[in-house]
């Protein structure tokens, strides 16, 4: 069996991609298998297929192209799943019927694993009459809510929740409602949001000139365009989002923009797409192709490059017809344009091993090479399977010419187009690829900086227990094979120390032989100052990125420097008669995680410590036990016996939100307080709040309910623990941090994503 280059991979392969009977029997014996099992399903649709079956594997062999997740855990399965990655859904009536059509066809993809991107602006603002019922229109955030329960209801293929991307424009009237949004910590979880931003927009705000916000050729207000500017900076610089996507630009830079017009992404962003439009994704591992990696020769194999590339291209567009759809429109869009999405990941580590340092005008400059060499060899190959199988239908020579990346091409591409067509209509994306990254051996993810050297990764035992393993950078594992202890370079460089301009210059860099997008993010410090923070969207903007997502840790998204460490299926009763026998308790492990929260109830001289302990069972985080404590011995004997009551429940497993709402409908005769401008019926009612909100941060409720910002118990301060990222849904460890736009879990890979 093939050697992985670290216990993550092999832990990645077998939890993820590994195919596997439904009792979990294994039918991949071996990594080897699951690359033939790949490379047998897409030489399927060959004339020759044993002949591309072996090319298709040697292609995969050693981690050197990487498909995207999907279609490693979904190729020759015989499973009705997607291969496709990505979807942006049909465009959304502004009707009531036409709106929960698009919100079916929504569900339908999810249950397929699609994510998807919604553009909300053809929804009238809220208070626009609705004509016919002399009613006012609700208004686009209320049916995103809407979309977001449906989200988290439907489990798409492999056990991972939907994700979905939310879009609206800059002008439309409900903008900065949307732009606030997220600023309820308990609203539209399922979705990232980004503004559509246009030309005119970004000429207003450097003029500081007047804004107006229209729908349907009315102007309902008009604002300051800077103002607007810096109500979205302000929200993304405190919450993270939204993101800003530059929707003229990628219109302008679209290789089809003569017969498609674009309005919304993928979840992460690096796919602009039209309505129904699909792509699938694939990455070439650059960390791979280095020769003598730290040596006075290392450099990439251009001619191991180019022909990967184009072997690759061939496997993409071979899975566009192995695909499954979930919707017929989304196979004819798929089919009439042929997009597909190849991008790279290990960039970060291939400069390092060149000896570059990343976010250096050097290293640009050697991206931006890179990246031309790969989109020339993947519109070759294009051009030599249209010879061979057809251009794609909607093909127009003239018009293709004249569009996107065409129009920077060296003329020898652009006469083999002219002369024999394109199979494709766009060949090259940068996706998250935080997931097949690791599985690929830690190398660094897509065009991103190394996120850490080296870091603890905390695993799961059989008897409950956790042991501590080491997860090191690719590269930084070669350099330690050949060099020992000897100290890095001065060029290694990692996220947490990159200045958020050279992150702004590679993506720059890398864009401009990206047909598509890239899904990047830019670190920043948290100490960084508002107005530096808005210079890095305007340096994207100056610099030609079609977009830009920030993180900047703080208090309120948890902290991306964390690099430590859901949905589960209640056990199930037996029934007969009218009897029901409970299952037998979880057991309990040595040592448990938790946190303490002091709660300081309104004229009590004594505050209450709640201590709530988590298991991870099933691979999720739950909360297993409960401990109230406080000085004031009249409570003693109560919050025994409600420690004792509690933690019985929890122990039983399943789904035990129902302490929180059985505890917070409790009434004391002798009245309530207040707390943080609200009504809380009682202490019980409090200590309800502290246990919503444990479990809202360790990912065992989605924000049901009060939302932490409005919560009561906002007052209630964790004791002895800094602000540390959300839970993992996946393997419920904490430390999820954002990377190319999409949370990340850096322990088990899990990413919305990918």
């Known amino acids: ?10 832990q990645i392969w077998d939890m993820k991609y590994r195919l596997k009977e439904a009792d979990g029997t294994p039918v991949d014996a071996t990594v080897e298998d699951t690359w033939r099992r790949i490379a047998r399903a897409l030489a399927a649709v060959e004339k020759r297929p044993a002949e591309w079956e072996d090319r298709f594997y040697g292609a995969l062999a050693g981690f050197k192209y990487l498909p995207a997740g999907r279609i490693t855990a979904g190729a020759g399965t015989g ?24 919100l079916k066809e929504a569900a339908l993809t999810m249950q397929q694993g699609g994510g998807i991107g919604y553009d909300f602006s053809t929804i009238r603002p809220r208070g626009a009459a609705v004509h016919g019922v002399a009613a006012d229109a609700s208004g686009p955030l209320s049916f995103m809510d809407v979309w977001d329960a449906m989200c988290r209801t439907i489990m798409s293929a492999g056990s991972r929740r939907g994700a979905m991307m939310a879009t609206m424009r800059c002008d439309h009237p409900d903008i900065e409602a949307f732009i606030e949004a997220k600023q309820d910590s308990a609203r539209l979880r399922m979705f990232n ?51 800003v996507i530059f929707i003229d630009r990628i219109n302008q830079m679209n290789n089809l923009s003569y017969v498609e017009t674009i309005a919304a992404t993928n979840p992460c962003g690096e796919q602009p797409l039209p309505p129904y439009g699909a792509c699938l994704l694939g990455s070439i591992n650059m960390a791979r192709l280095v020769e003598d990696p730290f040596g006075p020769g290392a450099r990439i194999d251009e001619g191991a490059l180019d022909d990967l590339v184009r072997v690759a291209v061939r496997m993409m567009d071979n899975t566009v017809d192995a695909s499954r759809f979930a919707l017929p429109q989304q196979q004819a869009e798929a089919e009439a344009k042929r997009r597909i999405g190849l991008g790279v990941t290990g960039l970060a580590d291939a400069l390092l091993m060149v000896g570059l340092r990343y976010g250096s005008e050097k290293a640009a400059q050697q991206t931006e090479a890179w990246m031309h060499a790969i989109a020339r060899a993947a519109y070759m ?14 093909f127009d020579a003239e018009k ?24 494709n209509a766009l060949l090259t994306s940068i996706a998250p690829t935080g997931t097949i990254s690791l599985y690929a051996g830690n190398v660094s993810s897509g065009i991103e900086p190394v996120f850490a050297y080296a870091y603890k990764r905390k695993v799961l035992q059989k008897d409950g227990s956790r042991t501590e393993e080491e997860v090191v950078d690719y590269a930084v594992q070669l350099w330690r094979e050949r060099f ?77 420097l964390t690099v430590s460490e859901s949905s589960e299926k209640a056990p199930e009763a037996d029934t007969g008669a009218e009897v029901v026998y409970l299952s037998e308790p979880l057991d309990r492990p040595q040592a448990l995680e938790g946190a303490t929260y002091k709660l300081k109830w309104p004229d009590s001289e004594h505050a209450i410590y709640i201590t709530i302990n988590d298991i991870v069972h099933g691979g999720h985080r739950r909360p297993f036990e409960v401990f109230i404590n406080s000085k004031n011995m009249e409570h003693f004997a109560w919050t025994v016996a409600l420690t004792r009551m509690i933690s ?49 941060a360790i990912g065992f409720l989605q924000g049901e309910g009060m939302g932490l910002k409005s919560d009561p118990t906002a007052q209630v301060m964790a004791v002895g623990e800094a602000p540390r990222g959300p839970a993992c ?10 990377r190319e736009g999409c949370m990340t879990c850096p322990n088990c890979g899990h990413s919305k994503c990918s």
């Open 400 to 423: 293709y010419l004249a569009s996107g990346t065409m129009r920077q091409m060296d003329g020898d591409v652009r006469k083999a187009i002219a002369k024999h067509g394109i199979r």
């Open 381 to 394: 190959a294009s051009v030599e399977l249209a010879k061979e199988k057809g251009a794609f239908p909607l």
């Open 79 to 102: 499973r009705a799943v997607t291969l496709f990655n990505c979807f942006v859904m049909g465009t959304i009536p502004d009707s009531m019927a036409g709106i929960f059509d698009g």
């Open 648 to 696: 019985a429940v929890f122990r039983r497993g399943g789904d035990v939100s129902f302490v929180v709402e059985e505890l917070k409908a409790v009434f004391d005769p002798r009245g309530g307080a207040w707390m943080e401008g609200r009504y809380i019926p009682s202490i019980l009612a409090a200590i309800g709040g502290v246990i919503e909100r444990h479990m809202v």
């Open 729 to 738: 849904p996946a393997c419920g460890q904490f430390g999820m941090q954002k």
């Open 484 to 560: 020992g202890d000897k100290p890095l370079p001065d060029h290694f460089v990692n996220a947490q120390t990159l200045p958020p301009m050279d992150h702004v210059r590679m993506q720059a860099a890398a864009q401009k032989w990206v047909d598509s997008s890239i899904s990047k993010t830019i670190n920043c410090p948290e100490e960084i100052g508002f107005d530096a923070f808005k210079d890095v969207y305007m340096a994207a903007w100056d610099q030609g990125c079609k977009g830009c997502t920030t993180y900047r840790p703080n208090a309120v998204t948890g902290s991306v």
């Open 1 to 10: 069996m093939t050697a992985f280059a670290a216990p993550i991979a092999e």
């Open 193 to 243: 949001l980004s503004v559509l931003v246009t030309d005119p927009f970004m000429e207003a705000v450097k003029a500081d000139g007047p804004w107006e916000l229209t729908f349907d050729g009315k102007v309902y207000h008009t604002l300051g365009a800077r103002d607007l500017w810096n109500k979205i900076m302000r929200a993304t610089y405190d919450y993270a989002e939204p993101g």
